[in-house]
């Protein structure tokens, strides 16, 4: 018997923006080809890293420890320059110090972390639903707090969290895994070290869910051998422009005569 296939919040999200290069990615399988290392992606690794081992090892590091393990795990791909890798090395030295302040004041809340970058998925009959939560927190009161961070320039809202693909995903997993426990989830904003949370309503999950099982239908049937590239916004920062500005050429060129 074949295996299901798996939809994580990034393959949905990239068939969302372009069918094109989901496509590329994950069925020509030619990403390694075009796919470049971005600053925003190893700084974003890096600090994953960093807070991994931290609650790891239970919070207990100095900061000292932390800027060490920091130091260590530094991803040095996808910067234009030097003067540009310090910029960013400085700016995370900061996130990680600062989150550590973070760290303190809520472990005086007696809250567990039950998961770290743990990979967790549902069966949704026609696939497996599948995501990597950055981490999982139980409160006092039983409930799930699950956590994403974010390193960018932009601070999150609660408009936002419940707006957000990958954060609706991830509770609905855990939702299926824990019922009758309530779940909701946090972005933690790196830089400025503030956090948004949301959560679904049990209307809001349902509908979801619906919306989930109508979208992976479309994704896994899709006949992607008929679709052609289309000018969008996201063309301007997608790697596989290049790609697809050749066939606009010969296109224009077959136009023509």
Same mark, same amino acid.
């Given at each position: 018997?074949?295996?299901?296939?798996?939809?994580?919040?990034?393959?949905? *999200? &990239?068939?969302?923006?372009?069918?094109?290069?989901?496509?590329?990615?994950?069925?020509?399988?030619?990403?390694?080809?075009?796919?470049?290392?971005?600053?925003?992606?190893?700084?974003?690794? %890096?600090?994953?890293?960093?807070?991994?081992? #931290?609650?790891?090892?239970?919070?207990?590091?100095?900061?000292?420890?932390?800027?060490?393990?920091?130091?260590? $795990?530094?991803?040095?791909?996808?910067? /234009?320059?030097?003067?540009?890798?310090?910029?960013?090395?400085?700016?995370?030295?900061?996130?990680?110090?600062?989150?550590?302040?973070?760290?303190?004041?809520?472990?005086?809340?007696?809250?567990?972390?039950?998961?770290? /970058?743990? %990979?967790?998925?549902?069966?949704? !009959? /026609?696939?497996?639903?599948?995501?990597?939560?950055?981490?999982? +927190?139980? @409160?006092?009161? !039983?409930?799930?707090?699950?956590?994403?961070?974010?390193?960018?320039?932009?601070?999150?809202?609660?408009?936002?969290? *419940? $707006?957000?693909? *990958?954060?609706?995903?991830?509770?609905?997993?855990?939702?299926?895994?824990?019922?009758? %426990?309530?779940?909701?989830? &946090?972005?933690? @904003?790196?830089?400025? !070290? %503030?956090?948004?949370?949301?959560?679904?309503?049990?209307?809001? *999950?349902?509908?979801?869910?619906? +919306?989930?099982?109508?979208?992976?239908?479309?994704?896994?049937?899709?006949?992607?051998?008929?679709?052609?590239?289309?000018? &969008?916004?996201?063309?301007?920062?997608? +790697?596989?422009? $290049?790609?697809?500005?050749?066939?606009?050429?010969?296109?224009?060129?077959?136009?023509? #005569?």
């Amino acid at each position: 018997m074949p295996r299901k296939p798996t939809l994580s919040p990034t393959r949905i *999200a &990239t068939y969302l923006e372009c069918a094109v290069k989901y496509r590329y990615i994950y069925l020509d399988r030619i990403g390694r080809f075009y796919i470049r290392a971005r600053p925003y992606y190893s700084l974003g690794s %890096t600090l994953h890293q960093v807070l991994h081992v #931290f609650h790891q090892e239970g919070g207990r590091q100095s900061a000292e420890q932390v800027v060490r393990s920091y130091e260590q $795990s530094w991803i040095s791909a996808g910067y /234009e320059s030097a003067a540009q890798e310090q910029e960013y090395r400085d700016a995370g030295k900061e996130m990680v110090i600062s989150y550590l302040d973070a760290a303190k004041e809520r472990a005086v809340l007696a809250i567990e972390t039950l998961y770290l /970058e743990k %990979t967790m998925s549902v069966d949704m !009959g /026609e696939f497996l639903l599948s995501g990597r939560l950055d981490r999982v +927190d139980r @409160h006092p009161d !039983g409930s799930l707090e699950v956590i994403d961070y974010k390193s960018g320039r932009w601070e999150p809202t609660p408009e936002e969290v *419940a $707006s957000d693909l *990958a954060m609706n995903i991830y509770q609905l997993i855990l939702r299926r895994q824990f019922p009758q %426990t309530r779940v909701f989830a &946090t972005i933690y @904003h790196l830089r400025s !070290g %503030t956090r948004a949370s949301a959560e679904l309503s049990e209307e809001e *999950a349902e509908r979801f869910t619906r +919306d989930l099982l109508e979208l992976g239908a479309q994704i896994l049937h899709r006949d992607y051998q008929q679709i052609e590239p289309v000018r &969008t916004a996201a063309c301007d920062d997608c +790697d596989f422009r $290049s790609r697809c500005e050749r066939f606009w050429r010969q296109q224009e060129a077959l136009d023509r #005569f």
